[in-house]
Nanobody, 127 residues
């Protein structure tokens, strides 16, 4: 079993920054591509960013491209989401997820491809 624990959420003013962390335990972290998703009130959960096993391949939703950066530290079994220039519409519960894959560069944007999920962390951006 794999456990994912997110941290780093909170309340921030528009234009500010936050860094989310996702600590993974239970299995070899390097076997998993990682993704971040978010769910705003009254909306479906949506893809935010993904990163391959090696960390060399990344992908972003258009809404966050240029503002958010996904990364991972395989030595610490942790994935990160650096969020800059935050907007009110970024307010949501943010979830990290792990997808066991074979290729070191593979990642998915599809929620259904992910095997394990964290409990979520709230990000609130005040305008």
């Amino acid at each position: 079993q794999v456990q994912l624990v997110e941290s780093g959420g909170g309340l921030v003013q528009a234009g500010g920054s936050l860094r989310l962390s996702c600590a993974v335990s239970g299995r070899a972290f390097t076997n998993y591509a990682m993704g971040w998703f978010r769910q705003a009130p009254g909306k479906e959960r949506e893809f935010v960013a993904a990163i391959g096993r090696s960390g060399s391949s990344t992908n972003y939703a258009d809404s966050v491209k240029g503002r958010f950066t996904i990364s991972r530290d395989n030595a610490k079994s942790t994935a990160y989401l650096q969020m800059n220039s935050l907007k009110a519409e970024d307010t949501a519960v943010y979830y990290c997820a792990a997808n066991r894959v074979v290729g070191t560069s593979y990642y998915s944007r599809r929620e259904g491809d992910y095997d394990y999920w964290g409990q979520g962390t709230q990000v609130t951006v005040s305008s």
